[in-house]
């Protein structure tokens, strides 16, 4: 970390360009001469968002090094600062950048002296997906909260504001200073690959509802929030990381359906908005993504809903925005389109190249860049960085991972967990004559960096409840194997946890044979919880919309009974034999009573 004498010397000269015998920096004036300033590649640079791998900004392990210079050319963080001037870099752990809270820290401020050691040199937006639940950059010891559709489940606005603001401090203890979250998407297709339950659900009144509350929480701890995906991600059977979704809704349909998160969010005073690449021809009948489409990112985003923030694309090296222009189009036509920030491109050369021939040939002018520039350096006005690009460790230990967030998060976990069967009040069990368990079911990858697998956490949890309880993974395709050992422990056992992770075949008879041998079974919708629909035999059924360690204990504490299961469905249930009629509605949910 550097020292408080080179972080003073590396920042007094940007804030002396922003403040004027005290005064706020916030102003576009100075804004403006700031920009004034930059040369042609410093702006084209300031308008990316980039991946780099490695834990530290100077010195990444050799394997990272590789890495780097396949992908982008350069060795290091620094390098990528100085060749290019980025204005922003995006965490991932893949890219190793997210290894514990001090290093992050030590990164951040690294990748911060980076760029404000450069002639003209400028704070860099640091950002990640940390949207909770099934996405998450930065692990434990971190705070980990339940995702949007479990938060959906509780209905609170006050635990929406409350994730956002922890949350967003423990970010900003770590450098990040924009967060691509909350999901403002409406989840109305159970059958969508990408969303799912990282939407808060079906109702688009109560998904606006939270996502103005996250971004109240995000932005109260000066943490920019990002409400995505615009116009609307929420009804596609299609991955956009993969192929490129077309969103059939009508004008009027999209109007009280997709837009009505993002109006309340806009309402809310967002700092950035990102962008689909979908197709939407209600919206643009040009074929092409939204990410991509001047109609809808000027005409409606800008235009008819008023929103002069932030707007970022979704990752650029997603399928959905390279199916029809290759990646040297692709940056040039989402800034025509209205975009500001271009996130993650595949290859960092060839789109910064691409932007500046696009200004040098007049395809852009250096005004439309100046634009979208005014709009970043506001953002990184309001949230602090000319002021305070800096990170420290104290920092990190008073914030990160406090036990108060800790059971904040454990508090907001019991609100959610949804009991959505019970026959013969099954639940809760009884330690006295239910304390041998035998915990099974699919064990997918830790999804946020949280200890896993799911068995392991639900065994160890109800353990420490009073059980005996004994973890079996079966995974998310048992073999027939597997199921008869499930099914030969299972009758040592005085009743089986099983849980269902978005239902196969498989998985479908390994809960019936389990059902089969007459022991209880409960059975827990780790995912999404539409799986009830396809088990109509089980006596107990719990959907927890997550499979991570917070959610997981929580269940195990409603089957224990320690506390009563509070949440409602925040989508329908379709029957199983015929979707076309719901099950189980929005706002259903059980609980034990008194």
């Known amino acids: 970390m550097p020292s408080r004498r080179t972080v003073l010397a590396t920042t007094a000269g940007v804030a002396a360009s922003l403040a004027i015998g005290g005064t706020a920096y916030a102003d576009d004036r100075r804004l403006r001469s700031l920009i004034s300033r930059m040369t042609l590649e410093e702006k084209v640079g300031q308008l990316f968002v980039m991946r780099v791998y490695g834990h530290s900004a100077t010195a990444p392990d050799p394997a990272d090094v590789d890495a780097n210079l396949k992908e982008i050319g350069v060795r290091s963080a620094a390098e990528m600062i100085a060749r290019y001037r980025v204005g922003g870099i995006i965490y991932f752990t893949w890219a190793h950048n997210t290894r514990d809270p001090h290093q992050i820290a030590d990164l951040s401020n690294g990748i911060q002296k980076a760029s404000l050691e450069q002639p003209r040199g400028l704070p860099v937006a640091i950002s990640t997906d940390q949207e909770h639940g099934i996405v998450c950059r930065v692990g434990e010891p971190a705070t980990l909260f339940p995702g949007a559709m479990a938060i959906g489940a509780g209905g609170s606005r006050k635990d929406a504001r409350s994730l956002g603001r922890v949350a967003g401090q423990e970010l900003r203890a770590i450098g990040i200073r924009q967060n691509y979250s909350p999901v403002a998407d409406v989840n109305v297709n159970p059958a969508n690959p990408v969303i799912g339950v990282r939407s808060f659900g079906a109702d688009p009144q109560a998904v606006a509802g939270l996502v103005a509350a996250e971004v109240s929480g995000y932005q109260g701890a000066r943490v920019a929030a990002t409400a995505k995906h615009f116009p609307g991600h929420g009804d596609t059977a ?83 925005v390279r199916t029809k222009y290759g990646d040297d189009r692709v940056p040039v036509l989402a800034l025509k389109a209205g975009v500001d920030q271009l996130l993650n491109p595949p290859s960092l050369d060839v789109a910064w190249n691409a932007v500046l021939k696009a200004v040098q040939d007049g395809e852009l002018t250096e005004a439309r860049l100046d634009e979208s520039i005014l709009r970043i350096l506001r953002l990184k006005a309001r949230l602090g960085l000319f002021e305070q690009p800096y990170v420290s460790q104290g920092g990190v230990d008073r914030t990160v991972g406090t036990p108060a967030h800790l059971a904040a998060a454990d508090r907001i976990a019991e609100r959610t967990t949804t009991l959505l069967v019970n026959e013969k009040r099954l639940l809760p069990l009884s330690r006295r004559t239910h304390r041998k368990l035998l915990v099974v079911g699919a064990d997918p990858a830790s999804p946020s960096g949280t200890t896993g697998p799911p068995t392991g956490v639900l065994a160890a949890a109800l353990t420490e409840l009073g059980f005996t309880a004994t973890a079996l993974s079966t995974g998310t395709a048992p073999s027939t194997t597997t199921i008869e050992q499930a099914v030969t422990a299972a009758q040592q056992a005085d009743a089986v946890v099983v849980g269902t992770y978005n239902i196969t075949a498989t998985q479908k008879t390994l809960v019936e044979r389990l059902v089969a041998t007459g022991r209880p079974v409960v059975a827990i919708a780790i995912r999404n919880p539409y799986d009830v629909a396809q088990l109509p035999t089980v006596p107990a059924y719990l959907a927890t919309y997550s499979w991570t360690d917070v959610e997981l ?23 199983a034999d015929d979707p076309a009629k719901v099950l189980y509605p929005v706002g259903y949910g059980l609980s034990y009573g008194r």
């Open 553 to 575: 204990r929580a269940a195990a504490r409603v089957i224990a009974g320690r506390v009563s299961p509070r949440g409602r469905l925040p989508v329908p249930v379709q029957r």
């Open 238 to 320: 299609v991955d956009s990381h993969y192929g490129f979704p077309v969103i059939t809704h009508s004008r009027e349909l999209w109007e009280k359906l997709d837009a009505v998160p993002f109006r309340a969010a806009i309402r809310a005073g967002i700092d950035s908005i990102m962008t689909a690449h979908i197709q939407f021809p209600a919206l643009d009948d040009s074929g092409d993504p939204a990410t991509l489409s001047h109609p809808i990112l000027t005409g409606i985003l800008r235009g008819e809903l008023g929103y002069d923030g932030v707007v970022v694309t979704d990752s650029l090296g997603m399928e959905g």
